[in-house]
């Protein structure tokens, strides 16, 4: 069994300080982790993903995540949040194999940006 | 190139109608996977279609909700006998076989059931 915990339902930033958006998962085995960001009215989106390449991944807009297995945390960040950053935001865990396939979705954070 | 659409974007019915939710995947991806997100909370796996079988039905909430897919391409979502509490945004999403960790969502479809 696999679960995904997004530790803070709504985050609210000023613009320019930093972005933390907290992950933490329990899976059985190795899993792939996503952040997808989902705005206003508009489709999900990818961020960026890990699949046991580079612990610390690199997505669009700016975003990072680093996995951290020890602490079973996949959290994203960003240096400077810009307005544009407000919308919700969800962890992801995959987990595949032959013949099997189970994707587990947090609840997602809502982030906020004051200007 | 085009992305996934689904249509209809929004669709209220009354309590106990069918509807039928229609998903158009991108050219190729042969992996299909439909999801709900209820208000206030997370996206919930409902199926995933590796070309027109479906391997994975364990996300379904009830006998009422199936789904099926044709020619590796257009899958259709169907409820039965809807219930308020069936109303979400029902969301599809494709990927090719060999990077199902990226999927590629459509735009939903709101449904409300009054």
């Known amino acids: 069994a696999q679960s995904v915990t997004q530790l803070d339902s709504h985050v609210s930033v000023s613009e320019g300080t930093p972005v933390l958006l907290r992950c933490n998962y329990s899976s059985s085995y190795s899993p792939s982790l996503f952040w997808y960001v989902q705005h206003p009215n508009k489709g999900l989106q990818l961020l960026l993903k890990y699949t046991s390449a580079a612990t610390l991944v690199k997505g669009i807009n700016g975003f990072e995540a680093e996995f951290k297995k020890s602490e079973t945390s996949f959290h994203l960040t960003k240096p400077s949040a810009h307005m544009s950053d407000a919308a919700e935001y969800f962890c992801?865990?995959?987990?595949?194999?032959?013949?099997?396939?189970?994707?587990?979705f947090g609840k997602g954070t809502k982030l906020s940006v004051i200007p | 190139g085009a992305g996934v659409s689904q249509s209809p974007s929004n669709k209220v019915t009354e309590k106990g109608k069918d509807v039928e939710l229609r998903c158009d995947p991108i050219?190729?991806?042969?992996?299909l996977y439909w999801y709900r997100q209820r208000l206030g909370q997370g996206l919930e796996f409902l199926i995933y279609f590796q070309g027109n079988s479906a391997p994975d039905k364990s996300g379904l909430p009830s006998d009422r909700f199936s789904a099926e897919r044709t020619g590796e391409s257009v899958s259709t979502l169907t409820i039965q006998r809807t219930q308020q509490e069936d109303s979400a945004v029902y969301l599809c999403?494709?990927?090719?076989?060999?990077?199902?960790?990226?999927?590629?969502f459509g735009p939903g479809t709101r449904l409300l059931v009054l």
């Open positions: 992801v865990v995959i987990l595949s194999g032959a013949g099997s396939y189970q994707l587990t």
């Open positions: 050219s190729g991806h042969t992996a």
């Open positions: 999403a494709s990927s090719t076989p060999f990077n199902k960790e990226t999927q590629y």
